[in-house]
């Protein structure tokens, strides 16, 4: 009778809090809201959805979306990843909630080549990244500095020019010309013609942004020790990292001595800088940055070299890409090459010696011909964001701190917005309010949002100058035996949409007076 009593008194003590305890289990069971992730293919043990990705890594993606829809969710080894492909999502990701989709994802090659993201490109989204960006906006890419940069850019194109002249009648590697030029133009615009040993600093910016797209093995699988065991890619990195210091380093110290040379010579006269021309460039801009008292977050050393390789990268990448693949499409539609050559021979006949930068902003054709061109070509096909919170799009859940992939090379294309999307048509821009500032998520070369590419303005106007200057001093053919049609129109693998082949040429010397 006394174990009986014991049994219901310790029962009786028990049973309460095990009803209490299934009570809040259950509780919380309902309350729990299944994440609805977009739809994906189908995942594979460990390696989830790598096995199906293939490169270029966009139009994979494209062709993915067709079967998978507008938003679909990836597994890329150990990490998770959505896509998205069309406008209208877009718009929900890039503007509707821009603040929750601010982020930029992270990799190793960004963390070692661009100090651990304290650059502008690659930053977190905060107030160190607005400080940043306002510095890049007001000073260092300010319409004012743009025009400043005509010089170098009219210096640069003659280059282009009277080597071409020099090579008349014979193949030339039109790629690697203009790849020369638009480098030229960024290093003396950012670091005043002072850089020693460009050729180191191209190589080093190639292969990262080779590496820099976020599908490098690391990337995918970044807590398995036995992946970065086996790979070499944090060791290239770092290699490449003493390389990029070494440069940086030296510039900036040679910035300084100059600078504190020039305030102390009475005889240095209007001179602000170490600009070709008397001004300031970049690296000096930053510097003077560094020594105010205004700025919130203190900028180092650090800080400039990975703002210097934000700048360097971009200006000289992307707008050679663009270049390059205007000039691929122009060899290949001949009708819409002899209607740009005729607007630019026409309108710059009496200024192309003075090298009259207004008379640009007349070159109707050529401007709707590169904006032609950005869309089947956009230099980054897929916009880079990372989620800040979770967050709810379309109707799926978008997970806190995840990848999430914008394919603009997939939206240019999209037959909804685009008739004869796969055609070169500048024709269709010409009664059309289309621009690059992304108020059109159908056409986003430059992207849109607080993380729009702030160097718009650098960009075209080296883009528009060289595309000018090209038309109006040659006729261009293939080599003999190549065919346009055959011109292989593949990218390479990276961040930036870079035609894998070369572009091989005959330039002919237009002469006016004849």
């Known amino acids: 009778m006394l174990v009986l009593c014991s049994l219901s008194t310790t029962a009786a003590l028990i049973l309460p809090a095990i009803i209490i305890f299934f009570f809040f289990i259950t509780k919380s069971r309902k309350s729990e809201i299944p994440i609805k992730l977009p739809p994906g293919p189908k995942k594979l043990p460990i390696i989830g959805n790598l096995h199906l990705i293939s490169s270029p890594p966009f139009r994979c993606f494209t062709d993915l979306s067709q079967r998978y829809g507008p938003i679909m969710h990836l597994k890329l080894g150990e990490a998770d990843a959505v896509v998205v492909s069309s406008p209208e999502i877009a718009k929900q990701i890039l503007k509707d909630q821009d603040p929750c989709v601010a982020n930029r994802p992270q990799g190793v090659a960004l963390e070692i080549m661009w100090y651990n993201y304290i650059d502008i490109a690659f930053s977190p989204y905060g107030d160190y990244w607005r400080q940043m960006r306002k510095i890049c906006i007001n000073e260092l890419l300010s319409p004012r500095m743009v025009r400043s940069f005509q010089s170098i850019r009219s210096d640069e194109a003659a280059r282009v ?22 480098s030229s133009i960024t290093c003396r615009a950012a670091f005043g013609g002072l850089c020693k040993d460009k050729g ?9 942004l080779k590496m820099a797209g976020g599908f490098e093995i690391a990337d995918f699988f970044p807590n398995s020790r036995i992946v970065s065991a086996l790979s070499w890619t944090k060791m290239r990195l770092k290699m490449m990292r003493r390389k990029l210091d070494f440069i940086l380093d030296d510039l900036i110290d040679e910035h300084k001595s100059n600078l504190a040379k020039m305030a102390g010579d009475i005889s240095s006269g209007r001179r602000l800088g170490n600009g070709e021309y008397g001004g300031e460039d970049l690296i000096d801009v930053l510097l003077r940055m560094k020594e105010g008292e205004e700025l919130k977050f203190p900028i180092g050393n650090d800080n400039i070299k990975a703002v210097l390789y934000d700048i360097f990268s971009a200006g000289t990448e992307t707008s050679s890409a663009a270049i390059d693949w205007t000039m691929v499409e122009l060899m290949r539609n001949p009708k819409v090459m002899a209607k740009a050559q005729a607007e630019v021979r026409r309108v710059l ?5 003075t090298n009259n930068i207004e008379q640009y902003d007349e070159l109707r054709y050529v401007k709707l011909v ?18 800040r919170e979770t967050c709810q799009v379309n109707g799926y859940t978008i997970p806190n ?20 999307p796969e055609e070169f048509e500048p024709e269709r821009f010409e009664n059309v309010d289309v621009d690059f500032v992304g108020g059109d998520f159908h056409y986003l070369p430059f992207g849109v949002g607080r993380r729009m590419c702030p160097g718009i303005m650098f960009g075209l106007a080296t883009l528009e100058q060289a595309i000018a200057q090209l038309l109006y001093h040659f006729d261009w053919k293939l080599p003999q035996g190549v065919k346009a049609p055959d011109l292989d129109m593949i990218e390479k693998d990276g961040l930036t949409s870079v035609r894998k082949d070369n572009l091989f040429v005959i330039a002919t010397p237009y002469h006016p007076s004849l």
Request: no cysteine; charged share 25%; net charge positive.
């Open 161 to 182: 020019v009277d080597s071409l002249r020099g090579s008349s009648g014979s193949v030339v590697n039109l790629t690697e010309k203009i790849f020369s030029f638009t």
């Open 200 to 208: 180191t600093l191209i190589k080093v910016m190639t292969e990262t």
């Open 349 to 353: 006949k009496e200024g192309i010696a």
């Open 370 to 387: 590169i904006k032609e061109s950005l869309r089947l070509h956009p230099p980054v096909p897929l916009l880079p964001r990372a989620s």
């Open 401 to 420: 701190k995840i990848r999430v992939m914008v394919n603009v090379w997939a939206m240019h294309r999209d037959p909804r917005f685009w008739k004869n």
